[in-house]
């Protein structure tokens, strides 16, 4: 154990995680609190009542797959990671390629990766096609097979590059490896960050500019009211695949731009403007960067908890490895990265909710119009089909946002 503590990858784990804490601290609006929940309750009764029931259905439909999906997740991610499969299933790939290190590496990883993956493929099919009865997905068969393959090869690119890189580093600079490792891959979170609307948006949606300018205009000028400039007001083809209705503002510096969902453009202007003015809190906030931030920082943490591991003998016996760098370790890796995400879940969207709650009152600040905030919400549960009020412990472990409840309960509590 003291040996493990004096590693220099532990102090640079600890400095991170203290990084980390601090940054959350500092960046994340903790003391943003929902309204009481007889406030909620009073909300949800004022809702028509087919948006409410039509919601629950939904939600009680999809929610036995969500958990089918992590079981299933986690349970092929151990059998691959804690027993010799994981590492034989890379040794069998590595033999087709010659042998050779990085290829084994590179490929043998990807097959782990991939099959982490297909393993839940079926699921994802029956939830395609239940979200088609409902009227939420407007994609046939063809078209969600395509989105998911050019998915993969995303998938696919970038596993390629992070695994090429991480065991090229551990091979050429095996002492200090993990150092370079955490710092290429909190950069690589920020880079992903910024390129992403340029370079990965587009494989999926096709974007032009909005041709209602008087709307395209009044959105630019709440953007430089609020002192958030942004580069241009798009439109995404987002019709194709859903009939749901969304915005966001993306990019960092000069990326940064409004994108409008074409399904959002059927709602009135002032109910686009409220939405918009919600994602401008996120821009204005620099809520991109904070959990950029927050995503590096934790990043880099992982990469240095790695050496640290690999000092765990019974471990690496158990999974059939030697070493925790050895290419064959990657299912190792990937099965206690799938066990993590778990536990950290819900703290993650613990700091998104927050995040959201603030977005939320600068929208109310920006454009003063609270019944129109409530007439929004209104009108995004209804075309989503979204569960209003979920469980407590459903929406403490999935809900990355403020339930329709809770929003409006505090829309109506504005100026108050």
């Given at each position: 154990?003291?040996?493990?503590?004096?590693?220099?990858?532990?102090?640079?784990?600890?400095?991170?995680?203290?990084?980390?804490?601090?940054?959350?601290?500092?960046?994340?609006?903790?003391?943003?609190?929902?309204?009481?929940?007889?406030?909620?309750?009073?909300?949800?009764?004022?809702?028509?009542?087919?948006?409410?029931?039509?919601?629950?259905?939904?939600?009680?439909?999809?929610?036995?797959?969500?958990?089918?999906?992590?079981?299933?997740?986690?349970?092929?991610?151990?059998?691959?990671?804690?027993?010799?499969?994981?590492?034989?299933?890379?040794?069998?790939?590595?033999?087709?390629?010659?042998?050779?290190?990085?290829?084994?590496?590179?490929?043998?990883?990807?097959?782990?990766?991939?099959?982490?993956?297909?393993?839940?493929?079926?699921?994802?099919?029956?939830?395609?096609?239940?979200?088609?009865?409902?009227?939420?997905?407007?994609?046939?068969?063809?078209?969600?097979?395509?989105?998911?393959?050019?998915?993969?090869?995303?998938?696919?690119?970038?596993?390629?590059?992070?695994?090429?890189?991480?065991?090229?580093?551990?091979?050429?600079?095996?002492?200090?490896?993990?150092?370079?490792?955490?710092?290429?891959?909190?950069?690589?979170?920020?880079?992903?960050?910024?390129?992403?609307?340029?370079?990965?948006?587009?494989?999926?949606?096709?974007?032009?500019?909005?041709?209602?300018?008087?709307?395209?205009?009044?959105?630019?000028?709440m953007a430089r009211k609020d002192n958030v400039p942004v580069k241009e007001v798009l439109v995404s083809d987002a019709s194709r695949r859903t009939t749901s209705a969304n915005a966001y503002v993306s990019g960092l510096g000069p990326t940064r731009r409004i994108v409008v969902y074409d399904n959002l453009l059927q709602y009135p202007d002032s109910q686009v403007t409220s939405v918009v003015a919600h994602e401008l809190g996120h821009a204005k906030r620099g809520d991109v960067w904070i959990g950029t931030g927050l995503g590096a920082l934790g990043v880099a943490a992982a990469v240095c908890a790695i050496p640290l591991l690999g000092r765990w003998q019974g471990l690496l016996h158990r999974a059939g490895v030697d070493e925790i760098t050895a290419p064959r370790g990657i299912a190792l890796l990937l099965a206690v990265v799938a066990l993590v995400s778990i536990v950290v879940t819900p703290l993650q969207n613990a700091v998104s909710r927050k995040i959201e709650m603030r977005a939320d009152s600068h929208a109310l600040e920006l454009t003063g119009d609270p019944d129109t905030f409530v007439e929004m919400q209104t009108s995004l549960a209804r075309t989503n089909i979204s569960d209003v009020d979920p469980p407590g412990f459903v929406h403490w472990f999935f809900g990355s946002h403020p339930t329709t409840a809770q929003r409006i309960a505090m829309a109506k509590s504005y100026g108050e």
């Open positions: 154990m003291t040996s493990i503590i004096r590693h220099p990858a532990a102090v640079a784990l600890l400095i991170l995680l203290g990084a980390l804490l601090v940054v959350g601290a500092i960046f994340v609006p903790w003391t943003a609190q929902p309204p009481s929940r007889a406030a909620q309750l009073d909300a949800v009764a004022n809702l028509p009542s087919g948006v409410v029931d039509k919601g629950k259905e939904l939600a009680g439909v999809l929610r036995p797959s969500s958990y089918l999906s992590i079981v299933i997740g986690l349970v092929v991610a151990a059998v691959l990671g804690f027993t010799p499969l994981g590492s034989r299933i890379v040794g069998a790939v590595g033999r087709l390629v010659g042998g050779h290190w990085l290829a084994e590496a590179v490929l043998g990883g990807l097959v782990i990766v991939l099959i982490a993956q297909v393993v839940t493929l079926p699921i994802s099919m029956w939830r395609h096609s239940v979200l088609v009865r409902y009227g939420i997905s407007t994609q046939s068969w063809g078209p969600w097979a395509w989105d998911l393959a050019k998915s993969y090869a995303v998938t696919i690119v970038v596993a390629a590059v992070g695994l090429a890189a991480f065991y090229a580093l551990a091979h050429y600079v095996p002492r200090w490896w993990w150092a370079w490792a955490a710092a290429a891959a909190g950069c690589l979170v920020v880079l992903m960050s910024a390129v992403y609307p340029v370079i990965v948006e587009p494989i999926f949606n096709q974007f032009h500019p909005m041709k209602n300018e008087q709307l395209s205009t009044e959105l630019k000028d």
